[in-house]
């Protein structure tokens, strides 16, 4: 064996391999920043029809270049509740449609080009002042990586096809029998799990047959392989996550594993049908890339009808748990904080999870308020509440802020202040609704009673805010802008009508109808409704892009 030929070839398909996948990085960051409206969107889009669900995820993927970045936010939405099981399969089902695009990149016949695109790219986004500009360079930028990546690989890998130890390595791996078809399904999957991109192993795969040194067949093989493998990062994902998450992320990996076992008895017949139905003169790179694109598209084709029973094995195989677990902002994957486009839309679901909670508690508060005996439960759970209310912004500052130090765009970078300004006063809200319990606490314990009129006061401005408070979650919700004009109406009616109850209970106390005690919490309590309106309307602002 020529060792110096063979650490050559190591340099070059290192090196090559190296800048293929800082490219692809580039060109997903720069296709985010882009894009990255359209795919909050995309996403805000998933409901239960599997259709819109997997065209929503053959997008996504199809956009950010990287199936495992979406199951990493899918499982991560799942474990936040944010995506039902079924949601999430038929993301996940399109992913693998998605993802076919990177080899259709590489067999493109401008790998030549790679070098000159870099360097242009590279010069009009060193010195562009434009941010639009910027980025859309460095989308050619991450393209012109990779293609001069493959170049690099090809140079190496080009000696493999005289070399006589490797051409008897490869016809044990020869996928004319089972034995041999096993074979390549399993360096496929394993080199994608150490690899965790199945793009970078379908370049490597691509390459190898451009070269010659691997047959049409052995490449299809390896490449059904390599959607197995892929199926690892979303695995990893799901670690340390609830049953439901644990469970989409097994749907992706039984998937890949029930279309490469429906394949594997007709392999031949399908690369027969493939040489008869693809022109000879089409090059074995965009054969490869059509074998990839016709087998996801078929399995697709082939299960997506049956998402209901599919979901429904996937929840026997993994049963839930006995008790009831609860959904949570996720620690995700450090590679979602690579794609702020996705990343950015999860926090904005955190944040409507908030807001949803807050009106739970404002509802707890509602009855403890209206109840003349303690109920020891219900306060209990709005204290609990309040303290995860301090964890869920303490983890939404934390993801925010890792996910702040990739490439931001203007848009991106202004909607993440937003959203650590919603978390900041949604959090506030919650400190407030938690002082007006322990006011009423205080006075169960020392036995006081407000007069019927103060009470019913109290109640109705306590409704008054509960409905302001619903109207901006709803507007954050639907994001709906325009609403701020009516919710500022609504705030001023709020202020007057604590004027008005402040006026109303001083008469009271001038009357000696009740006593300064009890006025002192009423008035703490009156102050506590103000500045739980008043944080309301920040958000409302925030929202609106006025603050």
Same mark, same amino acid.
Request: one cysteine or more; hydrophobic letters at 45%.
């Given at each position: 064996?020529?060792?110096?030929?063979?650490?050559?070839?190591?340099?070059?398909?290192?090196?090559?391999?190296?800048?293929?996948?800082?490219?692809?990085?580039?060109?997903?960051?720069?296709?985010?920043?882009?894009? &990255?409206?359209?795919?909050?969107?995309?996403?805000? /889009?998933?409901?239960?029809?599997?259709?819109?669900?997997?065209?929503?995820?053959?997008?996504?993927?199809?956009?950010?270049?990287?199936?495992?970045?979406?199951?990493?936010?899918?499982?991560?939405?799942?474990?936040? &509740?944010?995506?039902?099981?079924?949601?999430?399969?038929?993301?996940?089902?399109?992913?693998?449609?998605?993802?076919?695009?990177? #080899?259709?990149?590489?067999?493109?016949?401008? /790998?030549?080009?790679?070098?000159?695109?870099?360097?242009?790219?590279?010069?009009?986004?060193?010195?562009? *002042?434009?941010?639009?500009?910027?980025?859309?360079?460095?989308?050619?930028?991450?393209?012109?990586?990779?293609?001069?990546?493959?170049?690099?690989?090809?140079?190496?890998?080009?000696?493999?096809?005289?070399?006589?130890?490797?051409?008897?390595?490869?016809?044990?791996?020869?996928?004319?029998?089972?034995?041999?078809?096993?074979?390549?399904?399993?360096?496929? #999957?394993?080199?994608?799990?150490?690899?965790?991109?199945?793009?970078?192993?379908?370049?490597?795969?691509?390459?190898? /047959?451009?070269?010659?040194?691997?047959?049409?067949?052995?490449?299809?093989?390896?490449?059904?392989?390599?959607?197995? &493998?892929?199926?690892?990062?979303?695995?990893?994902?799901?670690?340390?996550?609830?049953?439901?998450?644990?469970?989409?992320?097994?749907?992706?990996?039984?998937?890949?594993?029930?279309?490469?076992?429906?394949?594997?008895?007709?392999?031949?017949?399908?690369?027969?049908?493939?040489?008869? /139905?693809?022109?000879?003169?089409?090059?074995?790179?965009?054969?490869?890339?059509?074998?990839?694109?016709?087998?996801?598209?078929?399995?697709?084709?082939?299960?997506?009808?049956?998402?209901?029973?599919?979901?429904?094995?996937?929840?026997?195989?993994?049963?839930?748990? *006995?008790?009831?677990?609860?959904?949570?902002?996720?620690?995700?994957?450090?590679?979602?904080?690579?794609?702020? &486009?996705?990343?950015?839309?999860?926090?904005?679901?955190?944040?409507?999870?908030?807001?949803?909670?807050?009106?739970?508690?404002?509802?707890?508060?509602?009855?403890?308020?209206?109840?003349?005996?303690?109920?020891?439960?219900?306060?209990?759970?709005?204290?609990?509440?309040?303290?995860?209310?301090?964890?869920?912004?303490?983890?939404?500052?934390?993801?925010?802020?890792?996910?702040?130090?990739?490439?931001?765009?203007?848009?991106?970078?202004?909607?993440?202040?937003?959203?650590?300004?919603?978390?900041?006063?949604?959090?506030?809200?919650?400190?407030?609704?938690?002082?007006?319990?322990?006011?009423?606490?205080?006075?169960?314990?020392?036995?006081?009673?407000?007069?019927?009129?103060?009470?019913?006061?109290?109640?109705?401005?306590?409704?008054?805010?509960?409905?302001?408070?619903?109207?901006?979650?709803?507007?954050? *919700?639907?994001?709906?802008?325009?609403?701020?004009?009516?919710?500022?109406?609504?705030?001023?009616?709020?202020?007057?009508?604590?004027?008005?109850?402040?006026?109303?209970?001083?008469?009271?106390?001038?009357?000696?109808?009740?006593?300064?005690?009890?006025?002192?919490?009423?008035?703490?309590?009156?102050?506590?409704?103000?500045?739980?309106?008043?944080?309301?309307?920040?958000?409302?602002?925030?929202?609106?892009?006025? *603050?």
């Amino acid at each position: 064996m020529d060792y110096k030929l063979l650490s050559e070839i190591v340099i070059y398909v290192i090196g090559g391999l190296g800048i293929f996948l800082l490219g692809m990085k580039h060109l997903s960051e720069g296709m985010q920043a882009v894009a &990255g409206e359209r795919l909050r969107r995309m996403i805000s /889009a998933v409901t239960d029809n599997r259709i819109v669900a997997c065209g929503v995820g053959a997008s996504v993927t199809g956009i950010v270049q990287s199936s495992s970045v979406t199951t990493v936010m899918v499982v991560g939405m799942v474990n936040a &509740g944010l995506m039902t099981l079924r949601q999430a399969t038929g993301v996940i089902m399109g992913t693998n449609i998605g993802t076919t695009i990177t #080899a259709w990149l590489v067999a493109m016949h401008i /790998a030549d080009y790679g070098l000159p695109i870099l360097g242009i790219a590279a010069l009009v986004y060193l010195f562009s *002042k434009n941010e639009k500009v910027q980025y859309t360079a460095l989308v050619f930028l991450g393209l012109g990586m990779v293609f001069f990546g493959l170049e690099l690989m090809k140079t190496g890998l080009k000696p493999l096809r005289s070399m006589p130890e490797f051409i008897s390595l490869m016809a044990t791996f020869a996928p004319t029998h089972l034995i041999g078809l096993l074979k390549c399904v399993f360096i496929g #999957a394993f080199t994608t799990a150490i690899v965790q991109s199945s793009s970078a192993t379908v370049a490597i795969t691509i390459t190898l /047959a451009s070269t010659g040194a691997i047959t049409f067949e052995t490449a299809a093989a390896l490449v059904l392989g390599e959607n197995i &493998g892929t199926s690892i990062t979303a695995f990893l994902a799901s670690l340390g996550t609830n049953s439901t998450a644990k469970r989409a992320a097994f749907a992706h990996i039984l998937f890949n594993v029930i279309g490469v076992t429906i394949m594997i008895p007709i392999f031949q017949h399908f690369v027969l049908f493939l040489n008869w /139905a693809l022109p000879e003169h089409l090059s074995i790179a965009s054969k490869i890339a059509f074998a990839h694109t016709f087998f996801n598209s078929m399995i697709v084709l082939l299960l997506l009808p049956l998402l209901v029973p599919f979901t429904r094995l996937v929840e026997l195989i993994i049963p839930a748990k *006995k008790v009831k677990e609860k959904s949570h902002l996720t620690y995700l994957d450090i590679r979602l904080y690579d794609s702020p &486009g996705l990343a950015i839309q999860q926090s904005h679901r955190e944040i409507i999870l908030m807001g949803e909670n807050i009106q739970k508690m404002m509802n707890w508060l509602r009855s403890s308020m209206d109840e003349s005996a303690p109920n020891k439960p219900l306060e209990d759970k709005l204290f609990h509440r309040e303290r995860i209310f301090d964890i869920i912004q303490k983890e939404i500052v934390e993801f925010i802020d890792k996910m702040m130090t990739g490439t931001l765009s203007r848009d991106i970078t202004t909607e993440t202040r937003r959203q650590l300004r919603m978390a900041d006063e949604y959090e506030s809200i919650s400190d407030y609704i938690v002082t007006i319990l322990k006011l009423r606490c205080r006075m169960r314990n020392s036995d006081l009673k407000f007069t019927e009129s103060g009470k019913e006061e109290i109640i109705g401005l306590h409704d008054y805010v509960n409905e302001y408070l619903n109207l901006i979650a709803f507007s954050l *919700k639907s994001r709906n802008e325009d609403a701020l004009s009516k919710i500022q109406n609504l705030g001023d009616q709020i202020t007057h009508r604590v004027k008005e109850i402040r006026t109303n209970h001083l008469e009271r106390l001038e009357k000696k109808e009740t006593s300064a005690l009890i006025s002192l919490i009423y008035m703490d309590m009156l102050s506590s409704y103000r500045r739980i309106k008043d944080h309301a309307l920040n958000i409302a602002e925030v929202m609106a892009g006025e *603050k």
